[in-house]
């Protein structure tokens, strides 16, 4: 009996430890393979309950780390902030690299994976179009290109190599129960870091702010309305905007080469391919960014005051990593990408810089005529002119291997190739046989750029740390003690012609082509102005007064306006002043237009529940915050009219875009002096439509919809319920998420919180003979969902509060905010 017992309980712990360190397929624990083998997942010694970790942290750390010059002293402060001091640069960028792997590998890796087109890997078969449309736009091409000039230059070679060895020492010494917790659900382990991982990472952030496009609904738009109703409704450029160069600012440029506008934009049989129905793909609103530095004269101390907050998407761990990094020729403070080594945007010593996205066109499509269905060949200047073979390998996790051929034209890659069905990214981006032609996959350094803003003290230090920053372009904001204040919209722009690249481009026709680049020092730049300021919100760079074609679609007006309004008025003022204006909640739109609107409902058929609205979107006082019900009618009102006036002549289904709200708003606006015939509905022949038509329809349409949504209450229709921001998981795993926060602002607020995207990093530097920085971002230091560490900095950040950073010069520094001394011998 007792035999038979034993081999009873053996059978079945033998059974047990089976299925718990086994992984099983199309169940409901192992979904996509995403699921680790339980055993080892619960297991105490190497499983989860190894990654918590305690709010208390060690005082002293001694730690060897081999490849080290010299020894590197480490000091953590209160927000987990590591401040490193090394000897030299070697030691100071492999030290860089350790740290940041400490608090961040799994992120790290993890968007070199996404960069790359490698998610089948470790998420399974799910990904496999999504890493063929990543490798077909020819991200890892560019890192490949990236990385290559990369280590031609001595400076960049020593940065990247060093960061990476930091990183491979990090990786070394993990045993399997210190492997961050997103390697252990989803059961694999980290792999050496190379500078190519650095440069993917680079290239995905040039792909985040430039893989923007409009060529073909612009080209179906073309083809349907004809060009005046493009010059129209799609101005190069708009009737009311405040640029980032002050308008009216003259130009003297000697060199000036400005090619010949073709007759023909668009290839004579391009339209009938491009109108099969389909939805295209959006742009998510409030990815933009804020920044401005005012001048000494404005200011309380009378030295200049920088601010910067780049709007990205929010994901947790933060896609940003503060750290301060010191050796005798540098001091810099600041947030860096994980990944990659240096401080992308912050301050040293006598100057502080920080960026926003340019938005110039450095991406175009071009029809490709191939030859026949083997795309070897396609015509190009009258000849037939060889593609590049490119056979890429996507292997899958628990699946057969995935092999693509990518076919590179000498514009770029053909992300959809002829006949070809629509995969994940590729619906509304391309049609096949287009070729894509973009920036990235030049050869540039962008790397080189920032480590010598990290040192650059004068204004000449800035302009010449620029000179080779190529994509992509960023609008870089300076300040210095030196009282100069100076902003510059930079990047490697093509020279156009004059809408080249608003439409489709003919890949046969040489005069299609980029026609070379617009010089450096032609770059609109403009230091110290006579108003006292500069600044950018993503709007036109320039007005029409500068000679080059840059670009026809940029930001709306209203952040650049209401900055720039507050900044004009803004005396004797301090960083108290300047964070005030990154939580600036006024809806400009809503100003301008609102009233407009009002002017036009028909009061008296305004009753019940409509009336109770009219009269509470009346009062409202034009501040989007989560308490109010001002914006959420609003929302959902502008939504409606917005599509009364424009759905009828550009379908959603017809793959068109509607004429931007900027010129929307000018008709509204202009309404009682030229009234428009955009107003009628052209579906209802036998009645014309005005403006005040559409007004009061859809404003019934708004009503309708929240009652629906909100019930019958109107005081319970408030912001706070219509829009929470939600922080996501960079696996979407949502227990390591922060979901629904309330957050004030919105979609073209200075505030520009949505509910994915919004102040990615804020911060104010004050100038003077030593800075003052203030800082926040919505996340925290430590990469592990078991930190404390991990989402610390949020409730700050939804306040709007900005923490006073540690800006440290010895690391012999004492204080009650300084907890964690490391030192890393060699």
Known sequence: MKIFRFVILFS?????????????????????????????FFNPFEGFWQNAESKKVSEKVDLQIPGLHDKVEVVIDDRMVPHIFAQNNHDLYMAQGYITARFRLW????????????????????????????????ML?????????????????VVVTAYSKGVNAYIQQLEPKDLPLEYKLLSYTPQPWSPLKTALLLKYMAKTLTMRSHELEMTNALQKHGKAVIDELFPNYPLRHDPIIPAGTKWN?????????????????????????????????????????????????????????????????????????????VNVYGVSLPGTPCVAIGFNEQASWGVTNTAADVIDFYQINFKDSTLREYYYDDKWKTTTLRIDTIKVKNKSTVYDSIYFTHYGPVVLKPGEKHFYGTRGLTHPGLAM????????????????????????????????????????????????????????????????????????????????????????????????????????????????????????????????????????????????????NLNLRARDLLPEMLKHIDVAQQKGL?????????????????????????????RYLYQAIWEDNFPADSMMIYPKADKTGD????????????????????????????????????????????????????WAKE?????????RLKPFSVLNLPTNGGARIVNATTERTGPSWRMVVALGKRPKAYGIYPGGQSGNPGSFYYDNFIKDWQKGKLKRLIYMQSYKESGKRLKVRMTLNK
């Not at 712990?13 to 680790?36: D, G, H, I, R």
């Not at 998407?313 to 050796?327: A, H, M, R, T």
């Not at 904001?477 to 510059?488: L, R, S, Y």
């Open 12 to 40: 079945f712990t033998l059974a047990l430890t089976y299925v718990l360190n086994s992984k099983f397929e199309n169940t409901p624990w192992q979904k996509v393979n995403q699921m680790p083998a339980l055993g080892k």
């Open 107 to 138: 992120q790290m890796e993890f968007q070199t994976y996404a960069a790359a087109g490698k998610l089948s890997e470790i998420l399974g078969a799910k990904y496999i179009n999504y890493d063929r449309y990543q490798r077909r736009i020819g």
């Open 141 to 157: 091409y560019a890192a490949e290109v990236a990385v290559k000039e990369m280590m031609e230059n001595e400076t960049s070679r």
């Open 253 to 329: 440029f000697k060199e000036l080469k400005i090619p010949k506008q073709p007759t023909k934009y668009v290839p004579e049989d391009l339209h009938k391919q491009l109108m099969e129905k389909r939805l295209t793909e959006k742009q998510a609103a409030g990815v933009g960014s804020n920044n401005w530095a005012i001048s000494g004269d404005r200011s309380a101390t009378g030295y200049p005051i920088l601010a910067n907050d780049p709007h990205l998407k929010l994901n947790l761990p933060s896609i940003w990593f503060e750290v301060q990094l010191v050796n005798p020729n």
């Open 437 to 584: 032609r973009w920036l990235a996959h030049d050869p540039s350094n962008e790397l080189l750029a920032f480590y010598q803003l990290n040192r650059a003290k004068s204004y000449r230090d800035y302009t010449k740390a620029l000179a080779g920053y190529a994509c992509p372009a960023q609008n870089f904001v300076f300040a210095n003690n030196q009282k100069n204040i100076a902003i510059t919209p930079k990047g490697k722009f093509p020279i156009r012609w004059k809408e080249q690249g608003k439409f489709i481009l003919d890949g046969s026709n040489p005069d299609h082509e980029w026609q070379g680049w617009i010089p450096n020092k032609y770059n609109p730049t403009i230091k110290n102005p006579e108003r006292g300021f500069v600044s950018s919100a993503n709007q036109f760079p320039v007005d029409t007064l500068y000679p080059y074609y840059l670009h026809w679609s940029y930001a709306t007006y209203e952040r650049g306006m209401r900055i720039n309004e507050q900044l004009a008025q803004m005396k004797k003022a301090t960083p108290d002043s300047l964070i005030a204006l990154q939580n600036d």
């Open 610 to 638: 409509y009336k109770d609205v009219f009269d509470k979107i009346k009062a409202w006082d034009y501040q989007q915050v989560s308490k109010a019900v001002g914006p959420t009618v609003f929302r959902y009102w502008w």
């Open 667 to 718: 008709l509204i606006l202009l309404n009682d002096s030229i009234p428009s015939r955009w107003f009628d509905n052209v579906r209802t022949t036998q009645i014309k439509e005005t403006l005040g038509d559409l007004v009061n329809s859809s404003f019934k349409q708004a009503v309708d919809s929240l009652k629906k949504y909100y019930g019958n209450k109107v005081t319970d229709w408030t």
């Open 723 to 731: 829009k929470t921001t939600t922080l996501l998981h960079l696996a």
